[in-house]
């Protein structure tokens, strides 16, 4: 495979990306590698159900039975996780080479998703821009379509950010989100809203992660996840959407983005793991905080809409920033 990697440097962080899945491969802020990965492109493609660094699409999480409908047309999207449509599917846009163009303080991906691949209608045109701004780096997205179709794009970072494999649990996490998606036995979304009081899903403070799984590591909502991997509905009325906190290394995140979801995956899956600079990957050691649209959005009026309309030009963004 022909493959290049890039590297963008300013006096805050050093960060490599990849136009394989248009990665970020590594994230290095006050000393420290923040982001999962591996020592080369094979770990990337032997751990390709992990999504490491990549972007995700042209539709990021799950599809129920890979099925929606769309100006009364109905369509089956290829099915690569337990029945369901996930992350793009069979060959989503994690396992294609990007074009890519590296300027001084940003590298910017592009890719054309053909029309009909993995069953999605219409030629579908996407980048992603990485910007270096000072102690910030931010994801820029643009996106549209010859055809009506869906998208929903996202990046599939790991994080720990006291850059060990050390349990994840130990960070502090705060997210602005009022409700919460609950799931059903296979991760899809039931299509309710519901508050987060006194739930798994309550961070309205920064706290503990290990806080709620001791709390309520007995419910259905965890027993179905091992963990947390659910969409929060980000209240979109304060200055940030969500924080977290290395509590050895004191290095903290701050997300900001302009989606209305949060997919939030405590890494339930991971499982001896060989990452990089010699650490190995378990349950639990790293958090994805994916912005996006709600997953399974296409199966509900009232989540998030999907669509895409033809020649119209779609953005999104997310800043990540880090300070201590
Ligand atoms: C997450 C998803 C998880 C799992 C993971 C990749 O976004 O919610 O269920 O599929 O990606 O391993």
Redesign the pocket.
């Known amino acids: 495979m022909n493959y290049n990697i890039f590297k963008l440097k300013n006096n805050f962080i050093t960060a490599t990306f990849t136009d394989y899945g248009a990665r970020i491969l590594s994230l290095v802020v006050y000393g420290k590698d923040v982001l999962f990965g591996f020592e080369n492109i094979n770990g990337y493609i032997e751990n390709a159900?992990?999504?490491h660094g990549a972007v995700c699409g042209r539709f990021?999480?799950r599809i129920k039975d890979g099925k929606f409908c769309l100006n009364g047309k109905t369509y089956q999207l290829n099915k690569n996780?337990s029945g369901q449509h996930?992350?793009g599917g069979l060959n989503g846009f994690d396992k294609k080479i990007w074009d890519s163009k590296l300027n001084e303080d940003s590298i910017t991906f592009s890719y054309i998703s053909q029309n009909g691949e993995e069953n999605y209608p219409g030629s579908f045109n996407v980048s992603i821009t990485y910007t270096l701004d000072e102690n910030r780096l931010r994801l820029d997205y643009k996106y549209y379509s010859d055809k009506d179709t869906i998208a929903n794009i996202t990046n599939?970072a790991y994080f720990n950010l006291d850059g060990d494999n050390n349990s994840i649990l130990d960070h502090k996490l705060m997210i602005n989100a009022d409700f919460y998606t609950p799931i059903d036995e296979h991760?899809i979304p039931t299509g309710e809203i519901l508050k987060v009081n006194n739930s798994l899903f309550d961070f309205r403070e920064l706290k503990p992660i290990r806080e709620n799984f001791d709390k309520f590591s007995d419910t259905e909502q965890f027993k179905f996840a091992s963990g947390i991997?659910h969409n929060f509905v980000l209240n979109k009325m304060e200055d940030c959407d969500c924080v977290l906190l290395g509590t050895k290394s004191g290095i903290k995140m701050t997300i900001k983005t302009d989606r209305q979801g949060l997919?939030v995956?405590t890494g339930n899956?991971m499982n001896n793991l060989k990452g990089k600079n010699g650490l190995v990957y378990d349950k639990h050691s790293a958090i994805?905080l994916?912005t996006q649209l709600f997953p399974a959005s296409t199966s509900f009026a009232h989540f998030t809409d999907p669509v895409i309309k033809k020649g119209k030009i779609y953005k999104s963004y997310t800043v990540l920033e880090f300070d201590k």
Request: aromatic share 18%; charged share 20%.
């Open positions: 159900d992990g999504y990021a999480n996780s996930l992350h599939h991760i991997d997919q995956y899956f994805a994916e």
